[in-house]
Structures are given as C-alpha cells and as structure tokens.
C-alpha cells in the first residue's frame, strides 16, 4: 500500500470525533429505549467477559499520531503497537513484542534446520525496497530426524520441477474421489535444510511475507494422522510457528532463507493391504507423538482402534510432516489479538487490511464504513481483469446492513435535508460522501463513482478552504464519516405515501404433535410476557385445542392469511410463524416425503436441496412486494423437507430455527431465548438495497437471504442486524492504481417506528498491478465466508463432488499463483503460503468436510437442508467459528482467572483425559469429560463423586457454590451471549457413545464420513499447486 496517497476528506487522526449540531443521535429505529429491552448479547466483535477489553469510558488513551502514516523505514518505539507505523507493504506478521520491530525477509519456512547439506545459493527477492534493519527469521519448533533420509538435491536444483507424488499421511480418500493413493517406492529427493550460511542480506526485500515448509516425499508406507507417544531419538516440537496478519516479528534465532522438513520416525502397526479405505483414527495410543501445545498436556490413551487388524512389520520408516511445524489458527488468532487489539482501528487511510473478526477492537470512523459493516476479500484489488483471472482471488464484499455496534462505538447520524431529500449525482444516483470533489470553489462537485459534473444547490452550497475540502465537511456526517443515515422524503416511500409502523403476527401449529409436546402451552405462557396486551387469548388456546387428534397441518395458506391481514392494515410486518411436521393436508403447498438418502453421491442429489413445488417461490414474491418478512421455528419429530418450508423466510430476510424432537424439559431454554431475541431484534422492514461502485468494476453476484426482480436490487421484505448480503465484484475496465476502487451501499428501509431511511455505507479499496500487493492484502477469513456460500449455492445445481472439485481447484491456483509469481525460487518439494493466507488450506478443509458438503450416516436431509440456508447469510465472525470451532480447556488456568481460557488446536490430540473442555461452534455447546479428571473437579462441577456418575448428555450444570462451577457455567453464559443463536450445551463423557458426535467437530482430524485431515489435505493441495506449476 502507498502509504503516501491521498486521504480522503476525513478529519486527521488524532483529532476527536466532532459533534455535530443538528443531526440527532437517535435509538435506532426512532424508538425510545424502554421498548426493546437492552440485549445482554456481546456486540459484534465488541468486548466480551473474558478478552481484553478497551479501557472504560473516562480511561485515558494516548491518541493515535495525526495525519497520515509515516514512512515504512519508521520504527516503533519500544512498547509501542506497531501496526500504525507501517504501510501495508511493510508490515509484517509476528507475535507482539516491545522489542524494536523489524522487517522480516521473504518466504518463511516452517519446521527445523538439519545438518547442512548442500551450499544454498543467495536468494533473490526482487521486488520492494532495500530492508531498513537486520533480516530477521521466524523461530521454529525444534524438529529431529530419526531413520533414513533422502539424498538432498543439489543446490542448483531449486527451480519448479515436475510434480512430485507426495505421499499422504493417511491413505486413499474412498468417499471424495479426489485423492488417488501415491506409488510407492518412487520417492523423489527430500528437499533438505540449506544449511546455515548466516545472515544474507538480499539485494531488495521479498515482495511479501509466505510461510513454507516440506511436507514428507511419498515412499514407504502411509501413516494415520493419530499419533502417539514418543520414540527414541525424536523430540517434542516447539511452540507453533503461525502469525497473524500484517505485524512484524522480533527478532528470532534461525537466519532467513533456512529450508526445512518435518520429522521422520517409525510407523505403528497398519491395516493389512486386504482392507480398503482408512485406516483406523489412532486414539493417541501409537506412533510418533506430535509436539503438545505449550502449557497442555500431551495426548491421551483413549479408545482402542475398532476393527483393525495388525499388518506386516513395515521396514522403512516413513517421511512424517510435523503438525506442529504447519500453521495453527490458534496462533494466528491469538498473535492478531495481541498485535492489533490494543489501539483503535482508525478508517482513515484508504485499503487497510481490518484486525481479526476474532480480535475485539474499537473502531473510529474516519472516513471508511467500520469493518462490522463491510468486510473484503481483499483490500487492494487488481487493475485489470487478466490479472484477477491469473490470481483467482475472489473479489467480495460481506455487508452486513444494520450491524450493531458495541457500546462504546457511536451508531450511525441521522441526516435530514428536509424535503429537499438527500444530495445524489444526477448520473448514477450514487449519494453524497467523503469521496465527492468539490471544485469551482464549491458550487459543483464530480462525482467519485461516475465523474459526472454536478451543481450543488444554494441551501447545501459552502466555501472551500485551501486545500479544496469545504469547510464544513467536519460538521457534516456525510462528508466525513463512511457510515452515517438520511431521513428519507415522501419521494422514497411506495405509493408516495409514508408508512405506518410494522406489525408483528404470531401463527401457532396447534396440531396433535404440538399439543402433546408442549409446545403450545409454552409458548402462549411467553408470549404472555412479550404481549402484555393478550394475556386472555393466550390463556385459552391451548385449552381450546387440548383434545383435538388433527395431525395433518397446512403451511402456505397460513402465511397466506397473516399477510393479508398486514395488507388490509396497509403496513409492512413480520410473521412469526411455529410448525411441527410436513404438510400434507390437502391445501396449496401441500408436501409428500421425499427423503431419499440413496440420492447421496449422485447426479440426483441436487434435488434434495431444491424445493418440491413452485409455489413457495410464488408465495415468497407475493410477501416481499408486501413488506411481509416470515420467521419460521420448526419442531420436528421427522422429515419436514426444510429444502422447501424455509424458501419463504429465505427470500423474505427472515430466519428459519429448528428444534428437532423437541422436549420441553430439554429445549425449552433454547426455544425461549431464541424467541425473545428473535422479537426484540432490530429490523429494517419493506427494504431494497444497491451496492454501487466506481468505474472499472461492478457488482455481478449476491448471496443472502433476500430477494431480487432484476439484476442490481436486493430486496427484502425485512432484514435484522445478524443478517449479510455477500456481494462479487469483476472488472468491466481498468482500474488506476492513484484513485483506487470506491464501494457504496444504499439501504432503504422502514424503521421499527415507521420511519423511512437510507443508511450510506462507503469504503475506499487500493488498486494494484503486482501481484503481490494483492496477496499481502487478502482477508482469509473473508475468503472463507465467500467461498462456502458460493459452494453451498452450488449443490443446488450440481453435483457435490463437482462443487468440492471446484473449491479445491481453486484455492489451488490461487496458492499456485503466489508460489509462481510473488514467492522467492526455492525447491519444488516445499509448500509455501502467502503469510495473510497461510490458514486457507485447514479452513477450507473444513468447509469442505461440512456436513452440506460431505455428509456422515448421522446426517439428516433436513439438516444438511437447515445448515445450508443458515450459512448462506451468517457474517464473518459466523463461519470462522461454526467452521473451525473453538475447544478451550477449562482446569489448566486458574480458578480465580476471569479471562476466557486460550484455545487449543481442534484436533483429538489436544485433549487430555485429565482435563475437561469446552467445545463451541456458534450453534452447538459440549462440554467434553476426560476419564482421569480428578474426583474434586468432578464433585465441584456435577455434585457427583465419580466420573462413572456423570450423566452424559447433560444439558444443564448443576447451580454449585464454588469458585470453579462459577466460573465454568460463568463462561458458558458468555460464550452464548456472543453468538445469535442460544447453544444448548450437551455434556459428553469420554469413550462414551456421544463422542463420536463431540469427535465430528474437532475438523483438523480425519472425519468418519471420509473427510481428510489437516495434514492429509495439505499434502494433497501441495501435490495439486506443484501439478499447476508443471
């Protein structure tokens, strides 16, 4: 990033937000606080119990240094964070340090060195500047070599050979079709560590920073990706070696330019070649150990191997990547957290990559939408179209609307213009913004999206001081924030007339099924306390149906009725709509059963995505020219076909929640809390909503649950701050490095109190013709989000295994094309990753394992079908945890410690069978127990004496009084209350049946339903990047 372009017309950086006389800072919606009690759920990405947090109001903060950014050979001083004093291109990854912080060279390996064995010729990093400071490397976790090595290629050998078959850690992949089993015998060369030669300074720094390592050439037998204790002769690994984006590293041991491999060590005993498929998951109890994590105890000795049978002695002992020496997603979470969480994030500079989604840190608009509204792909896109086909980096927004902000960070201003209405460009509508230039000493402005030449109207007319900004722009939210409101005018409101307030419209299922759980009576008893205006009604429908024996249910005229009924009241509204099976009564939208799990792995599977009839697609249209959004809560016994029943609250904005055999006594705190949060979220309703964008690219594609009649309008008939639209963009000209790309989108929307409003978000994006400028720039996170949803619209008209060929292929040429045109000339046999992309393989991994994408026995149609739907509009922080989830360790801090425990890797390896976990995805809570807990944890948690009298599957922890089932159940509740969705907790006792089911979340381990490893995987995108660059 140019760290000396021109800043938008925002004020200077350490200069205090202004007040801004005349424009109100309202509750949103216009409504007073008391009607919609304060939601005790953590804001998006704000602060939660637990993290570290930004100091209190009235704390002071030493302010950011004014102005632009100074020059990249700048250094911090000691303590201070260093991420403001570097341009992007500058700007490396590592963990904090109040050493002086120092530019790191090129590409990074990952793992140990080995004995010299070869001279390393210098390496020539051809892009950037001169390096200001000493060259620094990354320290790596010790790794030893143990049996035969491979002959080392010599050193002139260090171009792009022809692909090499590497071998998999883990065997044949029988269910995905993707990965052939490798020769054996026919190992090429092991690329060996280069020795030390010290310290070369290269003739001009690497154009970014990549992370590298060698996974094992193939030869010998493949191993399980399980492993043991350790053997002689091998030693634990160090500390992992991942770092987050955009920080730089201190200084370390290992000079740069230093080759590595992983350990090598003999096998356990292995299937007998007969049997095909995987090889069983070891439990711990064989083979080389991988290194534990700092502070955690090694593997545990758990359930032996079903149905193996003891193979041959193997002879060779094979090549083993360590996966210690891979990088870690904890490590980059907690590096980024520790870099990036302390100072503000200040929006002022054009292109700046945001913090982690799982780093809480304060936002101070400055000119650009807050990364809580808009998070990119990448922030420095390509200037041509040739250059983003080479990369094949998608180019995507996730704009989350109406996000909510935490307490300290201010919502949106409201603007009123009068009726004079909000100042547009006459030629693309595009609204008034910080990147509008005004000339002719203030009475025309060019637009920044189009360059048409506009006259600005007397009463908006002021004078331009000497560098060309009004002298107001400060006063005016406007031209000086990236996210601010317009009231809107009659001229936005459907038929030239304002609207009435919306209604809310409940619809109870009181069939047989719904009666004898429960759930009606339940219901109405809540419903009483969020109404308090119908108690009497509510009192006697679940008296009124107490005998009927009706099970057959109807579906679409209900929804049919309720908006009508918003019609005749001539307002818009939401349908909270409860149902309990498929309908098959005779009635429109009537259903039949078409569960077919033989479809799985065919051409034909595709149709269980899909709805059975048109007429939901019909019905869904019919509500969102109404303004009639439906949230629909499902309580199923059996099939329910939700590919069907949720293309209503699909197309509409609404939400679709499912409770499977639902029980009163188990899910009613799930149910309840859903529902109330449901009712008391923030809703824009009757809105439409355009992304515009300067010259050069365009919006092509959209995601989300919404609606459109033509190519450039997202249309909901509601939309909530959970909510996202995920827009792709193309190049349809090229893009100038100087002026950069600009985003804008406009939403029109109805305010809980019937008022009419535009909310304006703007971002500024760097435009770039280096290749590498794109690859320091990219949000992986971001990417992931895109690229699941994108495979996840997929199924509904391909073939899954063509879905997941496609994702594979692609995050295959876009690390192809970084190791071909960004990275430094190394051997062929290693891997390596841009530094901002380095977890795209594990998190792709696991999209690809998903149950949408690859499912196991366990898996229902409705739930791959509910799964599918729900992705489709979570935001950023959403899919990182549901997945990669989070597993924390609950016994290794101590009692009295009021953080959240740090997370260990998701991978059975990490369990100890003394310790105790938590598990979370955003949607499901376990709590896993190990055998050898200590009795007094178990009698402190439980209230039991044994782990033999643990219930499993326990949803509810006993109410103890003591410091550690405070502080356990203390976590639980914040942990729900940063996500929007109530996670039912189920407790799981190790080597009880339940496991399999807490096992299926620990995404770095092979899965059941044929889903590869970490290790594997990585392999396998290796062996794909090397067959791209042949």
């Known amino acids: 990033m140019n760290v000396n372009q021109s800043v938008p017309p925002v004020p200077p950086f350490g200069q205090p937000q202004p007040i801004y006389p005349g424009y109100h800072q309202s509750s949103y919606g216009g409504q007073s606080g008391s009607t919609a009690p304060a939601i005790p759920y953590g804001a998006y990405n704000g602060p939660v119990p637990g993290y570290q947090q930004t100091p209190p109001q009235g704390m002071s903060r030493a302010p950011p240094s004014s102005g632009a950014p100074p020059a990249s050979?700048?250094?911090a001083p000691c303590g201070q964070a260093a991420y403001g004093q570097f341009g992007q291109g500058d700007v490396q990854n590592g963990p904090s340090s109040t050493v002086q912080m120092q530019r790191l060279p090129g590409s990074q390996p990952f793992g140990s060195p080995l004995a010299p064995v070869g001279n390393q010729p210098p390496v020539l990093q051809p892009y950037g500047p001169p390096p200001t400071s000493a060259q620094v490397a990354t320290q790596l976790s010790g790794m030893q070599i143990s049996g035969a090595v491979a002959p080392a290629p010599p050193s002139s050998g260090l171009g792009f050979g022809p692909p090499t078959s590497l071998a998999s850690a883990s065997g044949s992949f029988p269910n995905s079709g993707l990965y052939g089993s490798y020769p054996q015998g026919q190992a090429p060369p092991l690329s060996q560590a280069q020795g030390h030669p010290g310290i070369q300074t290269p003739q001009r720094s690497a154009p970014s920073q990549a992370s590298s390592f060698t996974p094992p050439a193939s030869g010998g037998p493949r191993l399980p990706s399980m492993t043991g204790p350790l053997l002689p002769g091998q030693s634990f690994g160090g500390p992992s070696v991942s770092q987050p984006n955009h920080v730089s590293s201190p200084p370390q041991a290992l000079p740069p330019g230093t080759q590595m491999t992983g350990p090598l060590g003999p096998l356990p005993p292995m299937h007998s070649p007969q049997q095909p498929g995987y090889q069983p998951q070891q439990n711990?109890?064989?083979?080389?150990?991988?290194?534990?994590?700092?502070?955690?105890?090694?593997?545990y000795p758990a359930a032996p191997t079903f149905g193996s049978q003891p193979g041959p002695p193997q002879p060779l002992p094979p090549k083993r990547l360590d996966p210690d020496a891979i990088p870690s997603p904890i490590q980059v979470i907690e590096d980024d957290r520790n870099n990036r969480g302390t100072e503000p994030f200040v929006t002022g500079v054009r292109g700046q990559v945001p913090p982690l989604v799982t780093t809480n840190f304060l936002v101070k608009d400055q000119g650009n939408a807050s990364p809580r509204y808009i998070r990119c792909t990448s922030y420095n896109i390509p200037c041509t179209s040739d250059m983003a086909k080479q990369a094949q980096v998608p180019l995507a927004a996730v704009i989350k609307p109406l996000a909510r902000l935490p307490p300290e960070e201010a919502s949106p201003y409201v603007v009123d213009h009068g009726e004079s209405g909000p100042l547009r460009c006459n030629r693309c509508k595009a609204y008034m913004c910080p990147f509008m230039q005004f000339i002719e000493g203030g009475r025309r402005f060019q637009c920044c999206f189009c360059s048409c030449i506009n006259d600005v109207p007397p009463q908006y007319f002021q004078h331009l001081d000497h560098t060309g900004k009004r002298v107001d722009a400060y006063d005016r939210?406007?031209?000086?924030?990236?996210?601010?409101?317009?009231?809107?005018?009659?001229?936005?409101c459907k038929n030239n007339k304002f609207p009435s307030p919306p209604a809310f419209i409940f619809m109870i299922d009181v069939s047989y099924n719904a009666i004898r759980t429960g759930l009606v009576r339940l219901l109405c008893e809540e419903l009483k306390s969020l109404l308090d205006f119908l108690p009497s009604l509510l009192d006697q429908i679940p008296e009124m149906f107490a005998d009927t024996r009706e099970t057959e249910t109807v579906f679409v005229p209900v929804i049919q009725a309720g908006m009508e009924a918003l019609k005749a009241a001539e307002c818009a509204g939401k349908l909270f709509l409860f149902h309990t099976?498929?309908?098959?009564?005779?009635?429109?939208?009537?259903?039949?059963?078409?569960?077919?799990?033989?479809?799985?792995?065919?051409?034909?599977?595709?149709?269980?995505?899909?709805?059975?009839?048109?007429?939901?697609?019909?019905?869904?249209?019919?509500?969102?020219?109404?303004?009639?959004?439906?949230?629909?809560?499902?309580?199923p016994n059996q099939y329910v076909d939700v590919a069907t029943l949720s293309v209503v609250p699909q197309l509409t904005g609404g939400s679709v929640y499912k409770y499977a055999s639902f029980q009163v006594e188990n899910d009613q705190e799930r149910f309840l809390s859903d529902l109330r949060r449901d009712v008391q979220k923030v809703v824009g309703f009757d809105a439409v909503m355009r992304v515009r964008t300067s010259t050069g690219i365009r919006a092509v594609d959209f995601f989300g649950a919404f609606y459109m009649s033509n190519t450039t309008d997202v249309e909901l008939a509601g939309l909530d701050g959970d909510k996202t639209v995920t827009v792709e963009f193309k190049h349809d000209d090229r893009l100038n490095e100087e002026s950069g790309a600009l985003l804008q989108c406009a939403l029109l929307y109805t305010s809980c109190a019937g008022q009419r409003r535009l909310r304006i978000h703007n971002l500024a994006l760097n435009c770039c013709t280096q290749l590498?400028?794109?690859?320091?720039?990219?949000?992986?996170?971001?990417?992931?989000?895109?690229?699941?949803?994108?495979?996840?619209?997929?199924?509904?008209n391909s073939p899954v295994k063509a879905v997941r060929d496609t994702l594979i292929t692609q995050c295959a040429?876009?690390?192809?094309?970084?190791?071909?045109?960004?990275?430094s000339p190394s051997s062929a046999g290693q891997l390596i990753l841009p530094e901002c992309m380095k977890l795209l393989p594990v998190y792709l991994n696991c999209v690809l394992k998903s149950d949408v994408l690859q499912p196991g026995a366990e898996v229902t149609t409705d739930d791959r079908a509910y799964v599918r739907q729900l992705v489709t509009s979570m935001d950023v922080t959403e899919t990182n945890?549901?997945?990669?989830?989070?597993?924390?360790?609950?016994?290794?801090?101590?009692?009295e410690s009021t953080t959240e425990p740090p997370a260990v890797r998701a991978s059975e390896e990490r369990l100890s069978n003394g310790d105790i976990y938590l598990l979370e995805n955003g949607l499901n809570l376990f709590l896993w127990v190990g055998a050898s807990v200590q009795q007094g944890v178990v009698q402190s948690l439980f209230s039991v004496s044994s782990f033999s009298q643990i219930t499993s599957g326990l949803s509810v922890l006993p109410v103890l009084d003591n410091p550690l089932s405070k502080k356990v159940r203390g976590l639980i509740d914040s942990l729900r209350a940063q996500r929007s969705r109530y996670m039912k907790l189920t407790v799981v006792k190790q080597e009880d049946k339940m496991e399999m089911l807490f096992k299926h979340f620990l995404v770095e381990d092979k899965s059941l339903s044929g889903g590869a490893s970490y290790v594997d995987f990585l392999c396998h995108m290796h062996k794909e990047i090397r067959q791209l660059l042949s």
Do not use: H
């Open 73 to 75: 050979t700048a250094q």
């Open 284 to 299: 711990g109890s064989f083979g080389p150990a991988r290194g534990p994590q700092s502070n955690y105890g090694g593997p």
């Open 477 to 492: 939210p406007e031209l000086s924030l990236g996210s601010y409101e317009f009231l809107a005018t009659v001229d936005y």
């Open 581 to 635: 099976s498929l309908p098959i009564a005779e009635a429109p939208g009537k259903l039949k059963n078409r569960d077919d799990r033989k479809l799985i792995n065919t051409d034909k599977e595709k149709t269980l995505f899909q709805p059975q009839t048109g007429a939901y697609q019909t019905l869904a249209k019919e509500c969102v020219a109404q303004g009639c959004c439906v949230d629909l809560f499902l309580f």
């Open 772 to 796: 590498a400028d794109l690859y320091r720039n990219c949000e992986t996170d971001t990417l992931i989000n895109y690229m699941a949803k994108f495979a996840y619209r997929g199924v509904l």
């Open 813 to 823: 040429q876009i690390l192809a094309c970084y190791r071909k045109n960004c990275a």
């Open 881 to 895: 945890v549901f997945f990669y989830p989070r597993l924390l360790p609950l016994t290794k801090s101590p009692v």
